[in-house]
Every structure is written in C-alpha cells, then in structure tokens.
T-cell receptor
Framework: AQRVTQPEKLLSVFKGAPVELKCNYS??????LFWYVQYSRQRLQLLLR??SRESIKGFTADLNKGETSFHLKKPFAQEEDSAMYYC??????????FGAGTRLTVKP | EAEVAQSPRYKITEKSQAVAFWCDPI?????LYWYRQILGQGPELLVQ????????DSQLPKDRFSAERLKGVDSTLKIQPAELGDSAMYLC????????????FGPGTRLTVL
C-alpha cells in the first residue's frame, strides 16, 4: 500500500536560513507527488507538483525515485512561509494520500 | 474568485445524534471529494464523486456515514449516529477532472461529538 511519511511534525528556522521539509513515500507505481500548504486561517491549497517542475514562492521539490523522496526546499526562508505543509501522493485509481504534515515556523 | 463553500463551519453534537455537512464545489468541477482530518494527521479521503456517481468510497464507514451528490453539483455528507471518534475536521474539495489534478479545498466543518 502506498504511504507518505513526513518525519518532522515541527520545524523551526530563522528568517533567511535554508529550509528543507522532508517527504518520503512508498508506492510501487509511477508516483505523482504534490505539496499542499495551509497558512494560518486559510484553506489548504496546492503549492507545487513535481510534474510541473516549477518554483513557487521560492520553493522547489525534486522527485528522487532512488530514495523515494520528494523533499521541499527553499534557500532563504521568510516569515510568511510559516504554515502547515502536507506532502501528498496520487495513487492510480483516484486516491490522493496525504502525509501527517509538518508545521514550519520561521522566526524573525 | 470561485471557492468551495461548506456549511456549517462548526458543529457540536452529542453522540448518537445525526449530523449533516454540505459542500458546494467550484462551478464546473466534475470531481468532488470529502476528506476527514483528525487532529495531528493529514486529510484522509472518505468518498469521491465524479459528477453524481461515487467512484471511491472504500474508506467510508458505511454503517454510519452516507454521502450523496444527487444532481452532480453540491453534496451532503451525513453521519448517523455520531460517535465520539468522529470528532474531526471534515473537508470538501473539488477539481475539474478526476486524476492527479489540483484539488481546491473548502474551509472545512469542525465537528465535535460530546
């Protein structure tokens, strides 16, 4: 069965420092992976997906099939990046599986 | 900007009572999802509709939960009877099509069962 693991429930960095939110997955098929974000008092929303290979708000994520990882990175964290981040895996057959999430706090 | 609407935003009920949640997806979105999010966990899919048809309800506790999307637009999720363990956030999301597409989420309904 497919599974998404976000090993860190909480992550705290200082403004301007690099940040990496880890995501590991287990899935035997060809993965479609996403990062969703929820800012305080806002809805859960898509941040980026691996297939688009975009950089959104300075964040990037690279799919590493060898390590079955899809870590989210930003070279210089900003206070407005403080939020809850969820990694998600789309499974063939219409099923999106979410990780438990990582709460990122960027301190001034 | 079009958004997914949900109501109520909060619901407090006693166990063994019936509760119902409503969701209005973004206009034109064929696919509608209901998720349950327990505190400290990620959203877990309960049921997925494609237009008015259920395409996945494998995680829906069918002895007490039911969901419908009669005209392929808005949807209702019902719990009867509610149990203490049902306390959670219930999220609705929609997407243009099924598959690995962006899902747009509503604000959620926070259910507390006493």
């Amino acid at each position: 069965a497919q599974r998404v693991t976000q090993p860190e429930k909480l992550l705290s960095v200082f403004k301007g420092a690099p940040v990496e939110l880890k995501c590991n997955y287990s899935y035997s098929g060809s993965p479609e992976l996403f990062w969703y974000v929820q800012y305080s008092r806002q809805r859960l929303q898509l941040l980026l997906r691996h297939i688009s290979r975009e950089s959104i708000k300075g964040f990037t994520a690279d799919l590493n099939k060898g390590e079955t990882s899809f870590h989210l990175k930003k070279p210089f964290a900003q206070e407005e990046d403080s939020a809850m981040y969820y990694c998600a895996l789309y499974k063939d057959g219409n099923d999106m599986r979410f990780g438990a999430g990582t709460r990122l706090t960027v301190k001034p | 900007e079009a958004e997914v609407a949900q109501s109520p935003r909060y619901k407090i009920t006693e166990k063994s009572q019936a509760v119902a949640f409503w969701c209005d997806p973004i206009s034109g979105h064929a696919t509608l999802y209901w998720y349950r999010q327990i505190l400290g966990q990620g959203p877990e899919l309960l049921v997925q509709f494609q237009d008015e048809s259920v395409v996945d309800d494998s995680q829906l506790p069918k002895d007490r939960f039911s969901a419908e999307r009669l005209k392929g637009v808005d949807s209702t999720l019902k719990i009867q009877p509610a149990e203490l363990g049902d306390s959670a956030m219930y999220l609705c999301a929609s997407s243009l099509f099924a598959g690995p597409n962006e899902q747009f989420f509503g604000p959620g309904t926070r259910l507390t069962v006493l």
